[in-house]
Antibody, heavy 120, light 107 residues
Framework: EVQVLQSGGGLVQPGGSLRLSCAAS????????LSWVRQTPGKGPEWVST????????YYADSVRGRFTISRDNSKNTLSLQMNSLRAEDTALYYC?????????????WGQGTTVTVTS | ESVLTQSPATLSLSPGERATLSCRAS??????LAWYQQKPGQPPRLLIY???NRATGIPARFSGSGSGTDFTLTITSLEPEDFAVYYC?????????FGQGTRLEIK
């Protein structure tokens, strides 16, 4: 069974840091690019970051570039998002997701989501 | 950045009717367009990728068409479980962008 289990998240003050993780199973983890997508209540999804199959290429939304770092460990089937210098506007439900095919196409497997709340 | 504009914002239909949802891109995204369904408390569910390919397990009543800047998601005969919010998303260029959504509600 294909599964993605998320961990991390929580409550943090502005300027603080958090690390989100995804543990995947049931598919060839090293065969797909992976992404983080966030969503606030009542709004559409917002793409945050994507990492290539090998991890050599990373992509970020302008709103998080320089503050967030995406990484993966293909030997452990894990994806991570290190979030530094957090702002109130980073408050959201964060999902990890895998591409449906090599090169993109869409995201067919999603984690259950983890909440990040940035508040003083 | 490719801005995706979905229309209508809300679509009110009855079960059994046909639904047609639109997604227009501000620049060509070729066929790199996906459609998602989202219900409250759940992550988005991939329906269609590469404009017209149904994802695994998606019923045949869902179909996608279009290329370039204009795309359509069609649901041929609405089932009660189809009433949800639908989003389009492009993967043609960075940043990846999503549309603002179309809410499909029961009339």
């Amino acid at each position: 069974e294909v599964q993605v289990l998320q961990s991390g998240g929580g409550l943090v003050q502005p300027g603080g840091s958090l690390r989100l993780s995804c543990a995947a199973s049931g598919f060839t983890f090293s065969g797909y690019s992976l992404s983080w997508v966030r969503q606030t209540p009542g709004k559409g999804p917002e793409w945050v970051s994507t990492i290539s199959i090998s991890g050599d290429n990373t992509y970020y939304a302008d709103s998080v570039r320089g503050r967030f770092t995406i990484s993966r460990d293909n030997s452990k089937n894990t994806l991570s998002l290190q979030m530094n210098s957090l702002r109130a506007e980073d408050t959201a439900l964060y999902y990890c997701a895998k591409d449906v095919r090599r090169g993109g196409g869409g995201m067919d497997v999603w984690g259950q989501g983890t909440t990040v709340t940035v508040t003083s | 950045e490719s801005v995706l504009t979905q229309s209508p914002a809300t679509l009110s239909l009855s079960p059994g009717e046909r639904a047609t949802l639109s997604c227009r891109a501000s620049q060509s995204v070729s066929s790199y367009l996906a459609w998602y369904q989202q219900k409250p408390g759940q992550p988005p569910r991939l329906l269609i990728y590469d404009a017209s390919n149904r994802a695994t397990g998606i019923p045949a009543r869902f179909s996608g068409s279009g290329s370039g800047t204009d795309f359509t998601l069609t649901i041929t005969s609405l089932e009660p479980e189809d009433f949800a919010v639908y989003y389009c998303q492009q993967r043609s260029n960075w940043p990846i962008t999503f549309g603002q959504g179309t809410r499909l509600e029961i009339k």
